[in-house]
């Protein structure tokens, strides 16, 4: 379902990213854990193409950007619509609605039909438990709800794919959970998720796999209990021994 082969990425000199390689099956849900600076968002970024990998082969379904070559415009522009991106910040459009913030992307870039994507717009907000919310504005909301409005967003794209970027690192802690359980829905559902985050818990519950990642590289990736109870590299241990 996702492949990435080979992804490195450069800022000037400083080399970010040195050589991933990752496949994740349909349906699963990897996390990705690791300390700050590790790479781990720009790998996410570089496999929305919100950055563009200095090397590498990404492959999401039956697309594939090779970027040893030159790759187009559109083709980026299909392969990202493939994925559905949840930043850290909610990114909410704050003079629109809900609602509206929900229907932009398919009316705006996929030149949906207004009602139809209202109808689907207000059945997404229900399912991430806002269906009494859809007229408030974001700075109506809490930062939970916002982060919810920004997964249903996401989510009215029908991506193949969602990618979480630390989705509850800047909400306060008694609003995490009622975004970990939409994630945790998803997941159930089927999702192909990839979740960057510092939220072991979720990890354990959630998780198929489990991705440490350290110095631009992957260290260690196994199965949640083991990566949890008895992982094999001395760094993995040192960095959860620290946080757990």
Do not use: W
Request: hydrophobic letters at 40%.
């Amino acid at each position: 379902m996702i492949s990435i082969k080979g992804l490195f990425k450069q800022f000037g000199q400083l080399e970010v990213l040195k050589g991933i390689d990752i496949k994740v099956e349909k349906g699963k849900v990897v996390v990705v854990i690791g300390p700050s600076g590790s790479g781990k968002t720009t790998m996410l970024r570089c496999l929305n193409v919100l950055e563009t990998p200095s090397k590498g082969i990404l492959s999401i379904g039956g697309q594939t950007l090779d970027f040893s070559q030159n790759v187009s415009k559109k083709n980026i522009a299909a392969f990202r619509r493939l994925t559905g991106m949840v930043f850290q910040n909610y990114n909410l459009f704050p003079h629109m609605t809900a609602l509206e913030n929900v229907m932009e992307g398919p009316v705006i870039v996929k030149g949906e039909n207004k009602q139809k994507a209202r109808q689907r717009a207000q059945g997404l907000l229900e399912k991430v438990g806002l269906g009494d919310k859809v007229n408030y504005y974001p700075s109506q909301l809490s930062g939970g709800q916002q982060q919810r409005v920004g997964i249903a967003r996401a989510l009215a794209m029908e991506p193949e794919v969602m990618l979480f970027d630390e989705p509850t690192s800047a909400l306060d802690p008694e609003l995490v959970g009622e975004v970990l359980k939409v994630m945790k829905d998803l997941a159930k559902e089927g999702m192909t998720m990839i979740v960057v985050t510092h939220e072991m818990r979720f990890a354990r519950e959630a998780a198929d796999e489990v991705i440490f990642m350290d110095g631009g590289v992957v260290v260690e990736r196994n199965k949640p209990d083991e990566m949890f109870t008895t992982p094999k590299e001395e760094r993995t241990k040192k960095f959860l021994n620290m946080i757990m």
